[in-house]
């Protein structure tokens, strides 16, 4: 579980994130949703300490990210895996070798048992036949399934994944997050998500968190979302005309 205490963060005097306490569970897809501009990616990089907020704490099971010794700090970056909006991939190394990339630098293992672990990776993202290929002969819905893979190759326990559909068609962005999901599942990660794919909130927000204007608005889940009486909330997800007619449809057979 991942914990935020009254977090805080300031650029030049300007605050962007005003006091955001927030709890992320293991086991489950956790979501920051919010419009551009809102505070969510500066959020996300607050967590993993690619920023260090002005106040506030970050807990990870129970251990002060802030206070952590350097040293400390390094043992926890190696159990958290982190995909990419853009993938992020080698192109000039294989799918395999891409995958291997986190285990060659972190892990002890034999090369042998090393390779194993990446094959197996791959094998669960349904990409085993594709190690030999490199980035730019695959699909983009192919490269994030790599992403996955390298990401779960040091099996991390906290993902995070930075508007991991942007740039897929609906169809394979679907594909995605059902894979996350049954990761997060699998392995009882604690999974954070930056999205404002409502696809991805309605498909797979089993706790969903709207920052507005560095401010956590609301929190809840996919079944309580459409549902919300919170006017912020509202305006961010029913800004279409069609998703606006499912909320209504749904309250009047509510009724």
Not at 181 to 194: A, G, L, P, R, V
Request: proline share 2%.
């Amino acid at each position: 579980m991942i914990q935020l205490i009254d977090l805080h963060k300031s650029f030049e005097g300007k605050e962007v994130l005003k006091g955001i306490d927030a709890e992320f569970q293991e086991g489950i897809t956790n979501l920051i949703i919010g419009q551009s501009g809102s505070g969510k990616t500066v959020l996300m990089r607050n967590i993993v300490g690619l920023l260090e907020p002005t106040s506030g704490e970050i807990l990870y099971d129970g251990r002060k990210f802030r206070a952590l010794a350097k040293k400390e700090k390094m043992i926890l970056r190696r159990e958290m895996g982190m995909i990419f909006q853009s993938a992020a991939l080698f192109d000039s190394m294989t799918v395999l070798d891409n995958v291997l990339f986190p285990l060659d630098m972190f892990s002890n293992d034999t090369v042998r048992d090393r390779i194993k672990r990446a094959r197996f990776c791959l094998d669960r993202v349904n990409l085993l036949e594709a190690q030999n290929k490199y980035p730019g002969e695959i699909s983009g819905g192919m490269q994030k399934r790599v992403a996955i893979a390298r990401a779960i190759a040091l099996n991390p326990r906290y993902l995070f994944c930075d508007e991991p559909n942007s740039g897929l068609d609906p169809k394979t962005s679907l594909v995605i997050d059902a894979l996350i999901h049954d990761i997060t599942e699998e392995y009882k990660m604690t999974t954070i998500i930056n999205t404002h794919d409502m696809n991805s909130v309605l498909g797979i927000g089993d706790h969903i968190i709207f920052i507005s204007e560095g401010k956590k608005e609301w929190q809840g889940n996919k079944n309580e979302v459409i549902t919300s009486t919170n006017e912020k909330l509202n305006d961010f997800i029913f800004a279409s005309d069609l998703l606006r007619k499912v909320k209504d449809n749904i309250t009047t057979h509510q009724l």
